[in-house]
């Protein structure tokens, strides 16, 4: 396993008007994961994310980095955030320059960088997310996907060691949905650590390392995708299960059970794979 870099002790949160957000939460997020945070709307998600680089701090309980709880004075945050880059799932409510490269430029200017530096970081974070041929571009101008890849891009300058996104895939078509997985999947594969929110359960059984199941401000479940999206009382909360676990699980009533013939598929494409290499295992015997 490889060692924590963010975790939650006992956290609570209570909003000025009473809500209680989170409950006494404690997980561990892991350096160089891939974890995907499930919930309904109000199971304490985006209050989470804001914990995760003190834009909120909990009213019990500590957030700890690396093992040691964050230092909430203006130093300690400035350096928190630019370990922990936070994206928002409206993008319209994170960007506000003019241009691409101004609004991608604003993190890394205000860490005190040199001009080239800062233009360096900019030109690495647009190549980054495919935007580097808009770095000209009206921020206004652009579709709402590429303002999503845009603040990306812009958390990425800060050069961070954990990415979070609230809601990532929201408001995006198939297409874009591709293009930006693949965004993630390079970031991923760099040494980067991901946390992403999101509603889409056949996405977090195929891309997670790990998941989290919030529900109503506590947390209800969290480890592997596998073991974790087939517990009844987690399919109960979301509503659902995913369609490769649920495909899985129909073949094994008619007697095909492709976990005892050695397969575990938890995407569309890894399922197709071992529905072929059985058949051709049976024209063969």
Same mark, same amino acid.
């Given at each position: 396993?490889?060692?924590?870099?963010?975790?939650?002790?006992?956290? !609570?949160?209570?909003?000025?008007?009473?809500?209680?957000?989170?409950?006494?939460?404690?997980?561990?997020?892991?350096?160089?994961?891939?974890?995907?945070?499930?919930?309904?709307?109000?199971? $304490?998600?985006?209050?989470m994310f804001l914990h995760l680089n003190g834009i909120l701090r909990?009213?019990?309980?500590?957030?700890?980095?690396?093992?040691?709880?964050?230092?909430?004075?203006?130093?300690?945050?400035?350096?928190?955030? !630019?370990?922990?880059?936070?994206?928002?799932?409206?993008?319209?409510?994170?960007?506000?320059?003019? !241009?691409?490269?101004?609004?991608?430029?604003?993190?890394?200017?205000?860490?005190?960088?040199?001009?080239?530096?800062?233009?360096?970081?900019?030109?690495?974070?647009?190549?980054?997310?495919?935007?580097?041929?808009?770095?000209?571009?009206?921020?206004?101008?652009?579709?709402?996907?590429?303002?999503?890849?845009?603040?990306?891009?812009?958390?990425?300058?800060?050069?961070?060691?954990?990415?979070?996104?609230?809601?990532?895939?929201?408001?995006?078509?198939?297409?874009?949905?591709?293009?930006?997985?693949?965004?993630?999947?390079?970031?991923?594969?760099?040494?980067?650590?991901?946390?992403?929110?999101?509603?889409?359960?056949?996405?977090?059984?195929?891309?997670?390392?790990?998941?989290?199941?919030?529900? !109503?401000?506590?947390?209800?479940?969290?480890?592997?995708?596998?073991?974790?999206?087939?517990?009844?009382?987690?399919?109960?909360?979301?509503?659902?299960?995913?369609?490769?676990?649920?495909?899985?699980?129909?073949?094994?009533?008619?007697?095909?059970?492709?976990?005892?013939? $050695?397969?575990?598929?938890?995407?569309?494409?890894?399922?197709?794979?071992?529905?072929?290499?059985?058949?051709?295992?049976?024209?063969?015997?």
């Open positions: 396993m490889s060692d924590p870099i963010l975790s939650f002790t006992d956290v !609570s949160y209570r909003y000025p008007d009473g809500t209680n957000a989170l409950n006494n939460c404690s997980l561990t997020i892991r350096r160089g994961t891939r974890t995907a945070v499930l919930g309904a709307n109000g199971a $304490g998600k985006t209050t909990p009213t019990g309980g500590h957030v700890q980095w690396e093992e040691t709880p964050l230092d909430y004075s203006r130093r300690g945050m400035r350096e928190l955030r !630019s370990r922990v880059g936070l994206v928002f799932q409206n993008p319209d409510s994170q960007l506000f320059s003019a !241009s691409v490269r101004e609004d991608v430029s604003f993190g890394p200017m205000n860490l005190g960088l040199v001009k080239e530096i800062v233009r360096e970081r900019v030109a690495e974070a647009l190549l980054a997310v495919g935007m580097a041929e808009s770095a000209d571009k009206p921020v206004h101008n652009l579709s709402y996907g590429q303002k999503k890849r845009v603040c990306i891009a812009g958390v990425l300058a800060m050069q961070p060691e954990v990415l979070v996104l609230d809601e990532p895939m929201a408001g995006l078509d198939a297409a874009m949905q591709t293009e930006l997985t693949a965004v993630l999947e390079r970031l991923h594969a760099s040494g980067m650590t991901v946390i992403i929110a999101t509603h889409d359960l056949d996405f977090a059984y195929g891309w997670a390392d790990e998941v989290i199941v919030l529900q !109503s401000g506590e947390l209800l479940a969290h480890g592997l995708p596998a073991e974790i999206l087939q517990q009844e009382d987690v399919q109960d909360e979301l509503g659902a299960a995913p369609l490769v676990a649920e495909i899985t699980r129909t073949l094994s009533l008619i007697g095909i059970d492709l976990r005892d013939k $050695g397969y575990l598929p938890r995407s569309k494409n890894e399922l197709l794979k071992a529905i072929t290499a059985l058949s051709r295992q049976e024209k063969t015997s």
